[in-house]
């Protein structure tokens, strides 16, 4: 069966295209039609051409009455792939209302690390819920795996792996992997290890495929690989699967023996997930999900918005030393937002770009200096520019010269000030070993604001009064 | 030889951990001494052992004269990946300056994939400069991927493949593989069509090593896999591969024939691009990169500060219908931002969500009204939450309950605002098929400032004076 993706459905509903995306809301429907029907039958053949994910979708789709009425329905059928897709906060929640007999035939569709994934994020008293569902051997390796930090190469890696000494040919690798009934479900390369267990080279099964049986595996190794420390944050290894454009990597414990290997499938996730964690964070967002109720999103989203009201508090204070020029001259009052305003813009521009450097590893020490010098003359040019722009507004709006070169001033100082602050401060918390996107955005707004009313206001209390 | 990478070092220099990440600051010191020195043997040797992604690094991390020195001591010897790895902008420089000789046998080490992806950002002129030092037949494959729309599953593609008919044995295939020498750089899979070429289901070469010779593949392979039309957008793809953890999908015409494959490799790069330009867009800045010169990144990011001061001076003017007021309360000056302020961030945070939701099709008609509801009803309770703090400072500050109320009811009347903008844009510009990321952040701010602003002074012009 061919299933084409056309995600323009996923708004699509009755007009969408032709519907082939697997998710429409036509789907959804019929799927909780079944439901609403108690029609098992119908709902396990409505389901059975969706992938694990897509039926993850539908769970995180549908409002949680429904979803208990479903997974009611679904009953021991449930698969348990379900439950690696979906988002870690419905997950845990189904993995404390699921039935014990669910969960066990649930947890037997799933690979080691798939497990790993699944338990790690639970707490205490739910990781051992599914630690004694598991059968003897796997929830050995998963407590293994447990016991590496998290967030590290050791819980991103699968145990399950190929491996073949040097001396070997061609013939016996494919007789090996012949005879052998345990392989992994999915694996791209053979690696090559030295007594010693420590891998020397790994050799694709696309070359072990062209080449005669007799070839030995040393001639047709590729030596040169990546090996990935076991410690490793799974963040650097994103970062290395996408730069060196790696398909798979050994992972080596202290002693550099080989423990597991990690295939890009797995880093494209990681990949994912930090990209969006960046976004969320230079936002003021945390790791919520649109499952979360709205009592969560609230204290989710709270700390941010207090972080913001200091700075806001902070800037009418600065404000404040000015009410006697404000009084004086109430156009100031009309004026002051859109110098801060636009500090915030130029500053959250710089820190954007800055941001996402550094994740990427473009910022470096090498050519930071380079770049602070850039973002410095992108914010005096640009501060230039609309100098005269919002200095013109000024003037015929309120008729007042010396009112537009204030304003124009002020404008220049603070962008100025937005794009050291936006490249700087960065910087200065990677130095710090503190995620830039985490607080830079309310250093660098705050440092606008204040900057932003303090020379518009100043300027305006020196030259116009 | 094997590489660790520890890219803790990116900022690290002399104290850099245990120096083993490619690209620390020492290397780089290392290799532009060679370039001053005009020791070109020196430099190739330092060259030699990396990736050409870190050589491309380099290039992106020096200024533009060492760049320019180091090319040229390079000279011939310059690797044609190290092109495909460079960000657009610098890459079409280098594209421009290369002397023909050494772009013609740059050319020679790249995939035909490689070489589409480097000439599609180029202009005309610089196209063809670049087909003109390509071999005809390569220059053929190329112009035949250049039919296709930019960004389509057609540009991305690889056309070098391996396929064979499902009556063949694993034998047969292992035996074709080893005789046919002009095999993909990569591949996963062996597609197997049938007599009109359209695919019919593939094998996993882990699948083909495993079993037996004389089993045939139609017994092993797998029926239900994604077919990828040659002009979905490299966006649906990558969602596809992301979704649906494929490694590679054959991509067909419309005539459902088979006309090319891509890998996961490829979506990995795509999936970064789009999240990356997501967080751009979302924050202001366009498709700029570190190397862009003063005067383009000042031109880029000119629009986006021009929006925002059209927004800006939009709410002055609410501001300026109230001058009389503020003029008899200037407290209401030093306030007003805050709530302005509050507004901005509580409606980016439900705006971010969203916009991430709508990307990996979370947010869809199924789920929209359930979503629209909480946001509105997290608005409302932050909204209720904060109009109690700044309520009490008002009162405080200005010992005035009377201005602490209007600034608690502003508070809820603005969050709640933010709340419904937040999701309601995003939403809406979605069906209009205009990408979200692009326009929203300006719709949204805009709506809290007036908002905020004619709310606070409206109820202060009405309850205070």
């Known amino acids: 069966m061919q299933d084409q993706i056309t995600p323009d459905d996923a708004f699509g509903g009755p007009d969408a295209g032709d519907g082939a995306y697997a998710l429409d809301t036509v ?4 799927i909780l039609e079944s439901v609403e029907a108690g029609d098992q039958s119908r709902l396990i053949e409505l389901l059975a051409p969706l992938h694990s994910a897509d039926i ?4 995180e789709q549908i409002s949680g009455a429904e979803r208990e009425a479903l997974l009611g329905l679904w009953g021991t059928e449930f698969d348990g792939d379900v439950l690696s897709e979906l988002d870690e906060n419905l997950r845990a ?23 790993v994934d699944l338990v790690e994020d639970l707490e205490q008293l739910q990781q051992t819920r599914v630690l ?5 051997a796997d929830r050995v390796v998963v407590e293994q795996s447990l016991q590496y930090p998290e967030e590290s190469a050791g819980r991103l890696m699968q145990r399950e792996l190929v491996m073949a000494p040097a001396h070997w040919t061609v013939g016996d690798a494919i007789d090996h992997l012949r005879s052998e009934n345990d392989l992994p479900y999915r694996f791209y ?5 030295d007594p010693k267990m420590q891998p020397i080279g790994k050799v694709a099964l696309s070359d072990l495929m062209s080449s005669p049986r007799d070839t030995m595996l040393a001639t047709i190794m590729d030596e040169h690989f990546h090996v990935i420390p076991v410690t490793q944050t799974q963040e650097d290894v994103a970062y290395a699967f996408n730069q060196y454009h790696m398909v798979s990597a050994p992972v080596v414990d202290e002693e550099g023996r080989l423990v597991g290997v990690i295939t890009i499938d797995d880093a494209m996730l990681v990949l ?7 976004l969320r964070l230079l936002n003021g967002v945390g790791d919520e999900s649109l499952t979360d109720s709205v009592l969560d999103t609230t204290r989710q989203r709270f700390p941010w918005l207090g972080v913001n009201l200091i700075t806001a508090v902070l800037a009418s204070v ?14 100031l009052a009309v004026l002051m937002p859109i110098v801060a305003s636009m500090g915030g813009n130029a500053g959250t521009q710089t820190l954007t770009v800055a941001v996402r450097a550094l994740a990427t590893k473009d910022l470096t020490a090498s050519n930071a200096m380079r770049v602070i010098r850039r973002e410095v003359m992108v914010g005096l040019l640009n ?11 000024g003037v015929v709006w309120f008729g007042s010269a010396m009112l537009g070169v204030v304003l124009g001033l002020a404008m220049i100082a603070n962008l100025l000030i937005a794009g050291m602050a936006g490249i700087l401060i960065p910087i200065t918390l990677t130095k710090l070993k503190i995620d830039p996107a985490l607080a830079s955005g309310a250093f660098v707004t705050t440092v606008t604001d204040v900057v932003g009313f303090f020379a518009f206001l100043g300027l305006a209390a020196v030259m116009l009064t």
Chains 1, 2 share one sequence.
Do not use: R, W, Y
Request: zero cysteines; charged letters at 25%; hydrophobic letters at 55%.
């Open 318 to 331: 600065v404000i404040s030393q000015f009410s006697d020029t404000i009084e004086a001259i109430v156009a």
């Open 383 to 393: 501060g230039l520019v609309f100098a005269v722009i919002i200095g013109v507004v």
């Open 272 to 278: 994912d997930e930090e990209a969006e964690e960046d």
């Open 189 to 193: 390369v053979v690696v090559i290890v």
């Open 93 to 115: 929640d189904l993995i404390e209302t699921l039935p014990a007999d669910v969960m066990s035939s649930a947890l037997k569709d799933l690979e080691s690390d798939d497990v």
């Open 56 to 59: 993850a979708d539908v769970l």
């Open 132 to 136: 004694d569902a598991l059968e003897q």
């Open 27 to 30: 789907a959804i429907d019929a």
